[in-house]
């Protein structure tokens, strides 16, 4: 990932995004946007104080990147939102002694990310190390096994297809080949249903120019989809090709209006 990670954090927290935007959509100095913070933060912590935080007990209020934000983009420039996360819940005692601490850890994953995408915020697997107190290895191992066991993790990796790997767009496909239903996958993999329908949709569309004999480079320009996921889609296409699966792939190309045929000239 590179950079301090307390730095990182650092830049998470809401004042630096407030900040931000002072300066850059109203015109402040730093001057006048530190001290318009200084004095908001001032003025909500005194706020929570009187009304016990309006958080329930065992949760925390955590800043995370919101949802949305793209993929490559430094986390210094990232607009983020402060959420409610439950680091303890009352049956997380009953999960530690009936399964033990690593089951504990897995439902622990699963609650908070689950709930910060709820809320519009995504957690990095540097946010799930320090919110479990583990390192950023034993968190992956955790996303692992989760997904083994059917869960699905939405982390900011998988949502934004930050990292190596294959994109939850291209996840999405393969559970239709598996013979899962769009409302179904969405649920699977914690994505709204419009997602689930416009990833099939740019699936058909990849398959439909690739089969009119477009090159790889003229479908990403045509679609407007990275070169990531046309190649995804492209391998996806082969490996399902065959017979097999062709009420799959009749299906999915009946979801749109397929293109014009263009002019011999225009390709």
């Not at 109203?26 to 318009?36: A, D, H």
């Not at 939102?81 to 002694?97: H, K, Q, R, Y």
Request: overall charge positive; charged content about 25%.
């Amino acid at each position: 990932m590179g950079g301090n990670r307390r730095v990182r954090h650092k830049w998470k927290e809401h004042s630096h995004s407030l900040e931000q935007e002072l300066r850059s959509d109203y015109g402040l100095s730093v001057i006048e946007s530190r001290v318009l913070v200084g004095r908001v933060e001032e003025f909500i912590g005194q706020l929570f104080e009187e009304h016990d935080g309006f958080r329930a007990p065992g949760q925390i209020c955590y800043v995370a990147v919101a949802e949305g934000q793209p993929a490559g983009r430094p986390l210094s420039h990232c607009v983020t939102i402060p959420i409610l996360l439950t680091v303890f819940s009352p049956e997380d005692a009953e999960v530690l002694g009936d399964q033990g601490s690593v089951a504990l850890r897995r439902a622990r994953l699963h609650r908070l990310t689950h709930e910060a995408r709820r809320q519009g915020g995504l957690l990095s697997y540097e946010d799930l190390s320090l919110l479990l107190a583990v390192d950023v290895t034993t968190v992956r191992r955790l996303v692992r096994r989760c997904r083994q066991e059917g869960l699905q993790i939405p982390s900011r990796g998988l949502v934004s297809d930050i990292g190596p790997g294959t994109s939850h767009k291209s996840r999405v496909i393969e559970l239709l080949f598996r013979g899962m239903q769009p409302f179904a996958i969405a649920a699977y993999t914690s994505h709204s249903l419009s997602s689930v329908e416009r990833y099939v949709i740019d699936f058909a569309r990849v398959v439909e120019l690739c089969r009119r004999g477009y090159p790889k480079a003229a479908i990403v320009r045509i679609t407007g989809l990275s070169p990531k996921t046309v190649r995804e889609y492209l391998e996806l296409m082969k490996r399902y090709g065959c017979a097999e699966h062709r009420p799959v792939f009749d299906m999915v190309l009946g979801r749109f209006c397929p293109v014009v045929q263009p002019l011999e000239d225009d390709r």
